[in-house]
């Protein structure tokens, strides 16, 4: 059965991405959810796209250099409340699937304490396009349901040879890789970003899809 996650919380267009109104929509029509997480100055893990506020809230302060608490009261003077990651898995009911990226670089501090969250998740798994995030954290515990995001810019021979690492568990594949005809010499589950037309996903609605606003 394939995996079908919405990008962000991003179901609809009324609805503002990585946010619980957001997520519990998903939720409520039994899709999966594929979300940005970053870890803030006081170690919490927070559901977040950007690396600053800027973008979202115009307000210069990046999430890294930020205590939680303060990152909340920006987001909800702007009615945009940050979830923080353990929300997220509690609204889950640790049933729903989750695929978590890791935008920043996270020290081995940071990844212990994602670690610590996730515990006892088992419909989940961790993606970035830092391949040392991947690399850290399959040195940490090796086991664990780790994917490598793949770029549009990747040529197939890369993405073969990336296909290769062990620490490699999946690959998350540009959607521009749907349409390439030796993806099964890929020996490892694909899912493909992200699917913004209806034709595009009703043509490959039995792969591993991540789509919005559809």
Do not use: W
């Amino acid at each position: 059965m394939a995996h079908l996650l919405i990008h962000r919380g991003l179901a609809k267009k009324k609805f503002s991405e990585n946010t619980i109104s957001a997520f519990k929509y998903c939720f409520k029509k039994n899709y999966g959810i594929e979300t940005d997480i970053h870890c803030t100055k006081d170690n919490k893990i927070v559901c977040f796209h950007d690396f600053n506020l800027n973008g979202k809230f115009k307000v210069n302060k990046f999430i890294k250099k930020t205590n939680y608490q303060e990152l909340l009261k920006i987001s909800k003077i702007n009615n945009k409340p940050i979830p923080q990651l353990k929300d997220l898995i509690k609204l889950s009911k640790k049933k729903r699937f989750l695929m978590l990226e890791i935008k920043p670089f996270f020290s081995k501090e940071n990844l212990k304490v994602l670690l610590a969250e996730i515990k006892g998740l088992k419909n989940y798994c961790l993606t970035s396009f830092n391949e040392k995030n991947i690399i850290n954290l399959y040195k940490i515990k090796k086991n664990l349901n780790l994917g490598l995001l793949i770029p549009s810019t990747f040529t197939f021979k890369k993405v073969l040879q990336k296909s290769k690492k062990k620490h490699v568990k999946f690959l998350v594949l540009e959607k521009k890789f749907l349409y390439e005809k030796k993806l099964n010499k890929l020996k490892k589950k694909l899912y493909f970003y992200t699917i913004k037309d209806k034709i595009i996903f009703n043509k490959f609605k039995n792969k591993n899809l991540i789509f919005e606003n559809l």
